[in-house]
C-alpha cells in the first residue's frame, strides 16, 4: 500500500470512526430519552385512566361471566375511547387493559378488562398474565412495586401502569397501557437529523484527506525522484520541494548529500589513478587522511617486467610506447583487481603487486599465483592482437615470494605512498629478474610453493643464485593450475 493510500485510509477511517461513534452514541441517547419520554405518556394516561375508572365496577369484573354484564360493556367502551383518543403518531397506544389478583392464589395476576378488538388475541377476564411464557405470580402489588421502579420500557416491558385504589388507598388493580417502545416516525426524523450531518462530514473529511494526501506527497514524490536520479549516479540533481519549511530544510539537506557525493567522487577519480583500489576504499569509508604508520605482516609480492622492452622501446615513437604500455597495464590490473591484488607501484614496464594488505586474505598465495597465470594468458591473447594489426609483441617474467615485510603508508605528510619494504619484497623482485634465465615466464620461491602446492602443477627449477643474496633459494615455475582445483576460468 502506497503512502498516500495509508494516509487516505488512516485519516479517513479516524474521521468515520470518531463521527460514527458520535453519532452512535447521540441516536443511542436520543432513542433512551424518547422512550422515556414515551414511558412517561403511557403511565400518564394510565393515571389519569385510573382515576376516571370506578375501582368497584373494575374489582366486580373478575369472572369470564362478567362479559355478560352491562357494567363490562360500557367499561370496554370507555376504555376503547380513551385508547383511541391517543393514538397519535407520536404516542400510538396498542390496547388498555387492567390487572387484578386471582380470588384461588392473590399471587397469581389476572387479566380484567382488555381493549383488544380481535377476539383471538383480547384477553378475557380470569385469564392468567403471563411474561416471557411464565404466570406472573408477585401479585398486583409487586407489578406495582415494579413499575414504579421502571424509568423506561425495561426489563422486557412495553406497558407502562398506575394503580387503581378504592376510597381506602386499598390497591384494587393495575391499569397497563401498552405502547410502541419507538415510535418510527420521531425516530427516523431524529436519525436523520443526526446521521445526515454524519455522512456530510464523512464525505467532507474524505475529501479533504485525499486532498492532504496530495498536497503532503507532491513533495516528497519531488524529493524521492531526486534521491532515485542520485542512486543512479546523477549527482548534479538538485532537489527541490514546492511545500512547508520542513520539505525545504529536507531538499537542502538531499542537495547537500549530493555536493558531498560529488566531492567524493571527484577525489576518488583523482586519487583511483595513484593509489589502488583497496587504499582509496579504505580511506573513503574512513573519511579520514591516513597516517605515516607501518606494521608487520605477512603477504605475497608479485613483480612482473617486459622482457627487452627497453630495447624495443628505442626504435618506438614515445606515443606507440606509452600508447602499448597503457593497453598492456590496462588488461594487467584487471586481472590483479579480480584476484584480491593491490597495485603497489608501476616499474616503467613492470609493477610490483600486493597480496594480503592492506586488507587480510588467508589465500593470498592461491590469489597471487592464478594471478599470474591468468596475466600471462591476458598477454598471449593481447601477442595475437598485435600481431593481427602488426604491432610489436613481447613476453612477461613474473617472480612471486610470500613472508613477512613491513607495510603501511610511507614518505612525508606532503607525499606518502602505501607500499611493502624488507627481503620478502627483494626477493620476490630478484625471481623476477631471474626468470628470463631460468626460462619461466612465473617463476615462484619455496614459501609461496609450500602455501599452494597442491593447487598447481610444477616444475622444480632446483637451488637459484639470485642478485645480492649470497645463499641459494630453492625456486619453482608454474605450469598451470591442478586439475582437481582448475576452474573455469583457468
Given at each position: 500500500?502506497?503512502?498516500?493510500?495509508?494516509?487516505?485510509?488512516?485519516?479517513?477511517?479516524?474521521?468515520?470512526?470518531?463521527n460514527?461513534?458520535?453519532?452512535?452514541a447521540?441516536?443511542?441517547?436520543?432513542?433512551?430519552m424518547?422512550?422515556?419520554?414515551?414511558?412517561?405518556?403511557?403511565?400518564?394516561?394510565?393515571s389519569?385512566?385510573?382515576?376516571?375508572?370506578?375501582?368497584?365496577?373494575?374489582?366486580?369484573?373478575?369472572?369470564?361471566?362478567?362479559?355478560?354484564?352491562?357494567?363490562?360493556?360500557?367499561m370496554l367502551?370507555m376504555?376503547?375511547a380513551?385508547?383511541?383518543?391517543?393514538?397519535?403518531e407520536d404516542?400510538?397506544v396498542?390496547?388498555?387493559y387492567?390487572?387484578?389478583?386471582?380470588?384461588?392464589?392473590?399471587?397469581?395476576?389476572?387479566?380484567g378488562?382488555?381493549?383488544?378488538?380481535h377476539?383471538e388475541?383480547?384477553?378475557?377476564?380470569?385469564?392468567?398474565?403471563?411474561?416471557?411464557?411464565?404466570?406472573v405470580?408477585?401479585?398486583?402489588?409487586?407489578?406495582?412495586?415494579?413499575?414504579g421502579?421502571?424509568?423506561?420500557?425495561?426489563?422486557g416491558?412495553?406497558?407502562?401502569?398506575?394503580?387503581?385504589?378504592?376510597?381506602?388507598g386499598?390497591?384494587?388493580?393495575?391499569?397497563?397501557?401498552?405502547?410502541?417502545?419507538?415510535p418510527?416516525s420521531?425516530?427516523?426524523?431524529?436519525?436523520?437529523?443526526?446521521?445526515?450531518?454524519?455522512?456530510?462530514?464523512?464525505?467532507l473529511?474524505?475529501?479533504?484527506?485525499?486532498?492532504?494526501?496530495?498536497?503532503?506527497?507532491?513533495p516528497?514524490?519531488?524529493?524521492?525522484?531526486?534521491?532515485?536520479?542520485?542512486?543512479?549516479?546523477?549527482l548534479?540533481?538538485?532537489?527541490?520541494?514546492?511545500?512547508?519549511?520542513?520539505?525545504?530544510e529536507m531538499?537542502?539537506a538531499?542537495?547537500a548529500?549530493?555536493?558531498?557525493?560529488?566531492?567524493?567522487?571527484?577525489?576518488?577519480?583523482?586519487?583511483?589513478?595513484?593509489i589502488?583500489?583497496?587504499?582509496?576504499?579504505?580511506?573513503?569509508?574512513?573519511?579520514?587522511?591516513?597516517?605515516?604508520?607501518?606494521?608487520?605482516?605477512?603477504?605475497?609480492?608479485?613483480?612482473?617486467?617486459?622482457?627487452?622492452?627497453?630495447?624495443?622501446?628505442?626504435g618506438?615513437?614515445?606515443?606507440?610506447?606509452?600508447?602499448?604500455?597503457?593497453?598492456?597495464?590496462g588488461?594487467?590490473?584487471?586481472?590483479?583487481l579480480?584476484?584480491?591484488?593491490?597495485?603497489?607501484?608501476?616499474l616503467?614496464?613492470?609493477?610490483m603487486?600486493?597480496?594480503?594488505?592492506?586488507?587480510?586474505d588467508?589465500?593470498q598465495?592461491?590469489h597471487?599465483?592464478?594471478?599470474?597465470?591468468e596475466?600471462?594468458?591476458?598477454?598471449e591473447?593481447?601477442?595475437?592482437?598485435?600481431?593481427?594489426?602488426?604491432?610489436?609483441?613481447?613476453?612477461m617474467?613474473?617472480?612471486?615470494?610470500?613472508?613477512?615485510?613491513?607495510?603501511?603508508?610511507?614518505?612525508?605528510?606532503?607525499h606518502?605512498?602505501?607500499t611493502?619494504?624488507?627481503?620478502?619484497?627483494n626477493?620476490?623482485a630478484?625471481?623476477?629478474?631471474?626468470?628470463?634465465?631460468?626460462?619461466?615466464d612465473?617463476?615462484?620461491?619455496?614459501q609461496?610453493?609450500?602455501?599452494?602446492?597442491?593447487?598447481?602443477?610444477w616444475?622444480?627449477?632446483?637451488?637459484?643464485?639470485?642478485?645480492?643474496?649470497?645463499?641459494t633459494?630453492?625456486a619453482?615455475?608454474?605450469?598451470?593450475?591442478?586439475?582437481?582445483?582448475?576452474?573455469?576460468?583457468?
Amino acid at each position: 500500500m502506497t503512502y498516500r493510500m495509508k494516509l487516505f485510509v488512516v485519516l479517513g477511517s479516524l474521521v468515520v470512526i470518531s463521527n460514527g461513534l458520535i453519532a452512535s452514541a447521540n441516536y443511542r441517547r436520543c432513542n433512551q430519552m424518547l422512550h422515556a419520554e414515551v414511558h412517561r405518556k403511557a403511565r400518564a394516561i394510565a393515571s389519569t385512566i385510573a382515576t376516571l375508572v370506578p375501582a368497584a365496577a373494575v374489582a366486580a369484573i373478575d369472572t369470564r361471566s362478567a362479559e355478560s354484564r352491562p357494567e363490562y360493556a360500557q367499561m370496554l367502551a370507555m376504555l376503547r375511547a380513551v385508547r383511541a383518543a391517543n393514538r397519535r403518531e407520536d404516542v400510538w397506544v396498542e390496547r388498555i387493559y387492567t390487572l387484578v389478583g386471582a380470588a384461588e392464589d392473590p399471587r397469581v395476576v389476572e387479566y380484567g378488562l382488555d381493549t383488544e378488538d380481535h377476539f383471538e388475541f383480547a384477553k378475557h377476564p380470569g385469564d392468567v398474565y403471563v411474561r416471557d411464557g411464565r404466570p406472573v405470580e408477585i401479585g398486583i402489588d409487586g407489578v406495582d412495586r415494579l413499575a414504579g421502579k421502571l424509568s423506561g420500557f425495561q426489563a422486557g416491558y412495553e406497558n407502562a401502569f398506575a394503580p387503581l385504589r378504592d376510597s381506602k388507598g386499598r390497591l384494587i388493580a393495575e391499569i397497563g397501557v401498552t405502547l410502541k417502545p419507538a415510535p418510527a416516525s420521531v425516530l427516523h426524523e431524529v436519525g436523520a437529523q443526526i446521521f445526515g450531518p454524519f455522512v456530510f462530514t464523512v464525505i467532507l473529511a474524505l475529501a479533504m484527506a485525499m486532498l492532504l494526501a496530495r498536497e503532503v506527497l507532491r513533495p516528497l514524490y519531488n524529493l524521492r525522484a531526486s534521491i532515485d536520479r542520485i542512486g543512479k549516479g546523477d549527482l548534479t540533481t538538485a532537489a527541490t520541494a514546492n511545500g512547508s519549511v520542513e520539505f525545504t530544510e529536507m531538499a537542502a539537506a538531499i542537495n547537500a548529500m549530493a555536493a558531498g557525493l560529488r566531492e567524493r567522487e571527484t577525489v576518488k577519480r583523482a586519487f583511483s589513478g595513484y593509489i589502488s583500489r583497496q587504499v582509496l576504499e579504505l580511506i573513503t569509508s574512513k573519511g579520514e587522511v591516513p597516517t605515516l604508520k607501518g606494521e608487520r605482516r605477512r603477504i605475497t609480492v608479485l613483480f612482473c617486467d617486459i622482457r627487452g622492452f627497453t630495447a624495443m622501446a628505442e626504435g618506438m615513437r614515445p606515443e606507440e610506447v606509452v600508447e602499448l604500455l597503457s593497453e598492456f597495464f590496462g588488461h594487467m590490473v584487471d586481472v590483479i583487481l579480480r584476484n584480491d591484488g593491490t597495485i603497489d607501484k608501476f616499474l616503467g614496464d613492470g609493477m610490483m603487486v600486493i597480496f594480503g594488505a592492506p586488507a587480510d586474505d588467508p589465500n593470498q598465495e592461491e590469489h597471487a599465483v592464478r594471478a599470474a597465470l591468468e596475466m600471462q594468458r591476458e598477454l598471449e591473447r593481447l601477442t595475437a592482437l598485435w600481431e593481427g594489426q602488426g604491432r610489436r609483441s613481447f613476453r612477461m617474467g613474473i617472480g612471486i615470494n610470500s613472508g613477512p615485510a613491513v607495510v603501511g603508508n610511507i614518505g612525508s605528510q606532503e607525499h606518502m605512498e602505501y607500499t611493502a619494504i624488507g627481503d620478502t619484497v627483494n626477493l620476490a623482485a630478484r625471481l623476477e629478474t631471474a626468470s628470463k634465465e631460468l626460462s619461466a615466464d612465473i617463476v615462484v620461491s619455496e614459501q609461496t610453493h609450500s602455501a599452494v602446492r597442491p593447487q598447481f602443477q610444477w616444475r622444480p627449477l632446483g637451488e637459484v643464485s639470485v642478485k645480492g643474496r649470497a645463499e641459494t633459494v630453492r625456486a619453482y615455475a608454474v605450469e598451470g593450475v591442478a586439475e582437481p582445483h582448475r576452474t573455469s576460468s583457468s
